[in-house]
């Protein structure tokens, strides 16, 4: 088979979560990170996005009702990325999780880019994160990207909202 490169534009469209509540799932992703429902079925599925968008993050009880939180260790999802466009928009869901006392697995500097890391009330993983520019991204000698996790000042990233 001849060697294959994804388009430099392609993008990830969506997430689709089983989570064991749907209210209690909306009430996280629509009622704490800010997403907006863009459908519901009953109380079995429920579509979110941001800017109107058809939707980004799908949830559902197919096959998931009730059910207990899949195994930390073990295959399946590591976390769930939620871009936003600048560092202020970071800073603003930072204060809101601050507001809800909302806990955070982590927070990181990764050279390239910024981000608080948190659990959904699933377990679920979920990144929230700002990209530098990538004038600013650290490159090695030969001029690759070279990613690193350091601490995450978050008083600076809440200065933002001075």
Known sequence: ?????????????????????????????QGLLGFSLTQRYGNQAAFVSAGGYHHHIGLN????LGAP????YGVGLFHTAIVYPERKDLAIIY???????????????????????LDDPDGNGVELYWDKPREVWP?????????YTRHLDLDSLLSELR
């Open 1 to 29: 088979m001849d060697p294959y490169t994804v388009p430099a534009r392609t993008q990830i469209g969506h997430v689709h979560l089983k989570v064991s509540d749907l209210q209690r799932a909306l009430d996280f992703y």
């Open 61 to 64: 009880t197919w096959e998931s």
């Open 69 to 72: 939180p899949a195994p930390k």
């Open 95 to 117: 204060k809101r999780l601050v507001e809800a006392a909302y806990p955070l697995t982590g927070a990181a500097n990764h050279g390239v880019s910024e981000a608080l890391y």
């Open 139 to 147: 490159r090695t000698a030969d001029g690759g990207i070279n990613m």
